[in-house]
């Protein structure tokens, strides 16, 4: 009657609590190991353990030396072999030409049109005027001036060098006379529209400063 009792009203009868009372929990009985410092390993020996990889072949580049990189630097045979081809910086063609003396003109003519267009926005103003204006006045001038000579000096030095790796390309060598000719040659087109007279006057003052160029590379290179 009892039992009956106690599981409406949910109270354990003493029989049950004390068979729970016998049961033992299984991590009561769980004793670890104690620890040993001299098994214990080291970050070297775990990277060096048989399931790790071998840490230089985690990259392609790993373990290589830089001296045997070869597409690191231009190979002797790559480079162009036309007698007088040699310039300041190693050349493998009409290409490197073509990139390396446009770019260079370019940004010589901004920088020299950007300070005389500098100089130009001060000048234009009195001392007096208000700094507002001034700047105002410089950064008009030398957003003109700048682009201006920039743009035209890198359209020059294209067709000079495009020119000038052709005229080399058949003569089978590169001198005074190609650069003298692919600067006459690219002055005279860039002012092809302006007339004769203009014509030859830029194709004389672009044959002139390739004639300078030249003597200048013979002479310091």
Same mark, same amino acid.
């Given at each position: ?6 599981? @409406? ?17 299984? !991590? ?6 104690? @620890? ?9 020996? @775990? ?98 001036? +700048? ?14 060098? +495009? ?13 005074? !006379? ?44």
């Amino acid at each position: 009657m009892s039992s009956i009792w106690d599981a @409406f009203t949910g109270r354990k009868s003493p029989s049950s609590s004390s068979s729970s009372g016998n049961l033992k929990d299984p !991590a009561d009985s769980f004793h670890p190991a104690p @620890f040993d410092p001299s098994t214990a390993q080291d970050v070297s020996s @775990f990277l060096s353990g048989p399931s790790l990889p071998d840490p230089s072949q985690l990259h392609p580049l790993a373990g290589l030396n830089q001296q045997t990189l070869d597409y690191l630097s231009l190979e002797d045979s790559a480079l162009s072999d036309l007698p007088g081809s040699r310039s300041v910086l190693p050349s493998r063609g009409w290409s490197d030409d073509l990139c390396y003396g446009t770019g260079v003109t370019y940004l010589t003519a901004l920088s020299l049109g950007g300070a005389w267009g500098l100089a130009e926005g001060l000048n234009r103003l009195p001392a007096s005027a208000p700094p507002k204006l001034r700047l105002n006045a410089v950064l008009n001038s030398v957003t003109r001036r +700048g682009p201006f000579l920039g743009n035209s000096a890198g359209v020059i030095a294209l067709v000079y060098n +495009g020119v000038n790796s052709t005229v080399g390309y058949f003569r089978g060598k590169h001198d005074a !006379a190609n650069s003298v000719l692919a600067g006459a040659l690219s002055g005279m087109l860039f002012k092809s529209t302006r007339g004769l007279r203009p014509m030859m006057i830029s194709g004389g003052l672009v044959a002139s400063a390739a004639g300078a160029w030249t003597i200048a590379r013979k002479t310091l290179f």
